[in-house]
């Protein structure tokens, strides 16, 4: 299904009666294919993607004994480590962008929910009376800073999504006139205590990065820190210079 779902197949196949299918890669000729979620497809079909980012778009429908090409420039997106990929299939995806989760990005969380606000309003038109105040030619928001201040403080695990939900739980059960911090918002928030008395040193950072060969994702796993982004953070207060490593 998933190689049907990306090379297509010809008309008949694999039934008799199944309709001719392009493909994604087909439909993609001369533009960009998205692929979201990438470290969720299984070793076998990343193979398969090799030969169309090798041989100059090569690619073959199921059902057929001839070639096609397409000209695609491939991108995907992974919350996963890329150690989960295919070593050589992760090697093709030569230019990286990389996302910090929100508990990396705290001061990007009330423009967030300004933003989440704004949007939901446009779906919902009546949450503009409840929540809403106009400020000359603008709308502001009415948000207890409490809720603010949970929101920020939150650890995500599921991020922006995350964070939609904890913004509409707090619009389903807040009161006329302000957004607030409601007792179904706090039984959702995890905050952790902050504290430095568990956090690894300068020494044990620089110890486990040269145990990983500069790889920070394989050094946090050493450390015990709970992703790589933590570790960057670590990093970046001990004034621990890197080289640029292949995992980021």
Known sequence: LVDAELFGNAKNYPNSGSPERLGLIGEADGSILFLDEIGELPPAMQAHLLRVLDGGGEYQRLGESKGRKSDIRMVAATNRDLDSLKHDFAARLTVRVVTPPLT???????????????????????????????????????????????????SYTHHLRELERLVWLAVSTSKEGYLARTPEVEAELKIEVDSDENEPGKDEVQAALAQAKGSVAKAAKVLGVKNRFALYRLIKKHNIEIASDGDD
């Open 104 to 154: 990396d990005r705290p001061e990007d969380v009330p423009l967030l929910v300004r933003r989440i606000l704004a949007l939901r309003t446009k779906e919902v038109p009546t949450l503009e009376a409840r929540f809403f105040e106009r400020v000359g030619d603008r709308l502001e928001a009415r948000i207890e800073p409490g809720l603010i201040d949970g929101l920020v403080r939150h």
